[in-house]
């Protein structure tokens, strides 16, 4: 994290020498960790948090503005999933042969720098596309293990037994943006986009062996400086 706040302190002195708008943005994002496979009867319940951070827009040509951003972004997300693996750990036991349901939650912090170029339609208007880096702060995945059985032929009954693979969720992640901005007045804009993760969030584990991807829409409301 030290890193990332020093890298800005020292490019916001380089903006503003290049005589950059700035400002800072508050919003909402909403979604959710996307398995590339979706197990028949799994669901889950989008996550909406608060979203504050600073940007900095530069223009590149009369139409096309370059803009960079720095987000505190959390994104959580629930889910209910049938599982069926050959050999599990929880709490320190071994569990073979379990198949039944997984009820968890994601509760994942990131610093994000987001970067656009957008092209103006008109003088509100813009549309844009670009990619974001974001650098885990704090990742959380826990929940239970219910409605199972394990053992030879199914011999022990699971339920309600606490699991916790926060130390299976990636510390970076990244991928591509698209959106709109409106520019309600000279300092006030009104932006939404969509970001999707290129990097699993997950690493391979025995509860999650295929890939997930963060898949979040954003809606914030811009003052420049």
């Not at 370059?66 to 994104?75: E, H, P, R, T, V």
């Not at 032929?153 to 901005?181: P, V």
């Amino acid at each position: 994290m030290k890193f990332w706040v020093c890298l800005f302190g020292l490019l916001m002195p380089v903006a503003l020498y290049a005589q950059w708008d700035y400002g800072m943005e508050v919003g909402l994002n909403a979604g959710a960790p996307i398995p590339e496979k979706i197990v028949s009867g799994a669901k889950g319940q989008p996550g909406v948090q608060p979203v504050l951070g600073l940007y900095a827009v530069y223009a590149l040509r009369r139409r096309i503005d370059l803009q960079a951003g720095l987000y505190f972004d959390s994104k959580t997300a629930s889910y209910t999933s049938p599982v069926a693996y050959p050999y599990i750990v929880v709490s320190g036991d071994s569990i073979d042969s379990f198949s039944g349901k997984v009820k968890g939650k994601f509760s994942n912090r990131y610093l994000s720098l987001p970067i656009f170029v957008f092209y103006k339609l008109g003088n509100q208007w813009s549309v844009g596309a670009g990619g974001y880096f974001s650098y885990l702060l704090r990742g959380s995945n826990k929940g239970q293990l219910t409605e199972g059985k394990a053992g030879f032929n199914g011999m022990f009954a699971i339920d309600d037994r606490a699991f916790d693979e926060s130390a299976q969720i990636h510390s970076i992640d990244y991928g591509l943006n698209i959106g709109l901005k409106y520019q309600i007045r000279k300092y006030l804009k009104l932006q939404w986009f969509v970001a999707y993760g290129l990097q699993s969030v997950t690493k391979a584990s025995d509860y999650f062996k295929d890939k997930t991807h963060n898949a979040y829409t954003y809606l914030t409301l811009g003052y420049g400086f």
